[in-house]
């Protein structure tokens, strides 16, 4: 099996300068592996397997069924699920009629779902059964044309099924009968009874996908990928990966909403031939449990992940000799932690250590990865083929000397087609350089040594990193400034040994307001109901005042010196 090669790879050898990539669509490539290895296990979800055989043909149904419903070309379809096979279906099968599947957070409230939606300009979507309420909520500020509701039972196997109804599914409130729904199963009859065409032949450079990030000003925006973007990514990591992924697994806890889990975890994956663990929902019990059981040969998330992976009891004394690779990205690893996890990964019988990458969703995800046979204290990395790096001073596109710190700038065929209706933003981040490319100005400070290795420094946008996850400080503070009781707010990022940074929030009261219990769980219930799960405060603490600079602005670096302080 190591020998097998895929349709689009020449050779698992050293990584080469420049790579040849399909002119087709993410779906057309994966359409082509699938009729490669029909009888090789595509994806695996709560101990149900599905072959490529069977991935082609959900995907083909899919994409009837969406056509069917009057999906357009170029149309946009908000998905917002976790990580399940349904998932999988549709963002392939969107692509395959020519629309653009638009991916959201599930845990997102329902006033980011709403904005989501206005921002993509979506009004067909893709949930589960536990979200149809957060949905009702959200039909009152948004237009929703069609809602397709499918549910985590239909994804598992018979026992599975029936264990599941019989304790999680019981949890859930059933969708009323009466509801302006598309229920799953009624979605796949109207695939099934279609009949016409429904191929859209899309190429390279065409639209594929919008994937939501801050981009270098911190304010969320939809980021328009397109084929050409997903299928170089593939390709440049099945070759910078070193060891063969053809035939081999890797567990997909990265959400497919992100870049990291989207075009690694599962496109890679597909492209090449392997298969995708889906990990729904990520608890340290359960991953430990699935890398026990499934022996995946990579694993891929962000530090937080392989943090509690080393603290978790339920690997003591098992064996990791499965694994062939481990790659870190979503945040900077720091030293003391790479050392912690090669530690634990050489203690559990694996040959493998730690790789760090570097990237944005700019880029779809990584750009930069560190070698499998060289390590450089502190880098992320060489770029990926076909991709280059510059060190520019911050706000031109003048390239400083090596060694000096600047502006990551990067150029390849992974670079976004660009920001969703944001001129002036695209025209901030792209830039035309006098050699004629275009450059990714990616908002962070880093370091070129001379021989090429990367350096990341922190970041030149102000934004918190919490679990992997991006959070914007201006978002959550116009969420908090909206209560009645609060005249100002500044929301920092804290130091936190597991999820790396923590949201905590500043609040000035307005004239009138007292800081009691009342008034306190009345905020809390305020940034619960509008803001995500996992960008909530820890914490909120009233001040009289806040520090200010010399031009009147929130001195956001003197709150953040005062916590460091504090530890």
């Known amino acids: 099996m190591e020998n097998i090669r895929t349709p689009w790879l020449e050779s698992y050898g050293d990584v080469p300068f420049h790579l040849e990539y399909p002119e087709d669509s993410m779906s057309r490539v994966v359409l082509d592996t699938a009729n490669t290895y029909p009888d090789w296990e595509a994806l695996s979800f709560m101990g149900k397997k599905t072959k490529y055989s ?24 908000c998905l917002c699920m976790p990580n399940m096979p349904q998932a999988v279906f549709c963002f392939y099968a969107l692509n395959r009629i020519g629309a653009i599947p638009t991916m959201i957070h599930p845990l997102s409230a329902e006033g980011e779902i709403a904005f989501y939606l206005k921002e993509a300009e979506a009004d067909v979507v893709v949930t589960l059964d536990q979200l149809y309420p957060r949905f009702v909520t959200v039909q009152e500020k948004v237009s929703i044309s069609k809602l397709i509701i499918t549910s985590v039972s239909e994804a598992l196997g018979i026992v599975k099924k029936v264990g599941f109804q019989l304790t999680q599914g019981r949890k859930i409130a059933p969708v009323p009968q009466k509801a302006n729904v598309v229920m799953w199963k009624d979605f796949l009859t109207l695939g099934e009874s279609f009949e016409g065409r429904y191929i859209v032949n899309r190429r390279a450079n ?38 063969p992924i053809t035939g081999k697994r890797m567990l997909a806890a990265m959400p497919l909403f992100h870049g990291f889990g989207l075009g690694v975890c599962l496109h890679t994956m597909m492209v090449a031939g392997g298969s995708s663990i889906l990990v729904p929902r990520f608890t340290p019990k359960q991953y430990s449990e699935l890398i026990v059981k499934e022996r995946p040969n990579y694993i891929a998330g962000v530090p937080t992940l392989f943090e ?36 634990f990964l050489a ?10 990458g570097y990237g944005t969703t700019e880029c779809v995800t990584a750009s930069c990865l560190t070698p499998y046979h060289i390590e450089v204290e502190g880098s992320i990395g060489l770029p990926y083929p076909d991709t280059y790096y510059k060190i520019c001073k911050v706000g031109s596109e003048e390239e400083v000397p090596y060694g000096e710190e600047g502006e990551i700038c990067l150029t390849g ?28 100005h990616t908002g962070d400070l880093g370091v070129m040594n001379e021989k090429g290795f990367i350096f990341f420094k922190q970041r030149i946008k102000r934004m918190i990193i919490t679990s992997g996850y991006n959070v914007y400080p201006s978002q959550i503070e116009n969420i908090i400034e909206s209560h009645e009781a609060v005249q100002m707010s500044c929301v920092i990022g804290v130091k936190d040994p597991i999820k790396m940074q923590k949201v905590k929030a500043f609040v000035v009261l307005c004239d009138g307001f007292e800081p009691n219990e009342n008034l306190m769980e009345s905020l809390r219930e305020h940034c619960r109901k509008n803001i995500a799960k996992y960008a909530l405060p820890y914490d909120i603490e009233i001040r009289k005042s806040l520090p200010t600079t010399l031009v009147g602005k929130v001195a956001y670096t003197v709150l953040e010196k005062e916590e460091a302080e504090k530890e």
Request: aromatic share 6%; proline share 3%.
């Open 54 to 77: 069977e991935l082609a043909e959900k995907i083909e149904l899919c994409a009837k069924a969406f056509k069917a419903l009057g999906v357009q070309e170029n149309q946009h379809v």
């Open 206 to 243: 065409d639209p594929a996908c919008i994937l939501f990030s801050g981009g270098t000003t911190g304010v969320t925006k939809g980021i328009l990928l397109s084929n050409l973007n997903f299928n170089a990514l593939a390709l440049q990591t099945i070759h910078m990966c070193h060891y």
């Open 308 to 343: 509690n992976i080393t603290r978790s009891p339920y690997l003591d004394g098992k064996k990791l000799d499965s694994l062939m690779g481990v790659f870190s990205g979503g945040d900077s690893l720091t030293k003391e932690l790479k050392k912690k996890i090669d530690r």
């Open 347 to 356: 203690e559990h019988g694996a040959n493998v250590r730690v790789r760090e």
């Open 413 to 440: 065929p992974t670079v976004m087609m660009g920001y969703l209706n944001h001129p002036e933003e695209n025209a901030n981040t792209l830039r035309r350089h006098e050699d004629g490319h275009v450059w990714l």
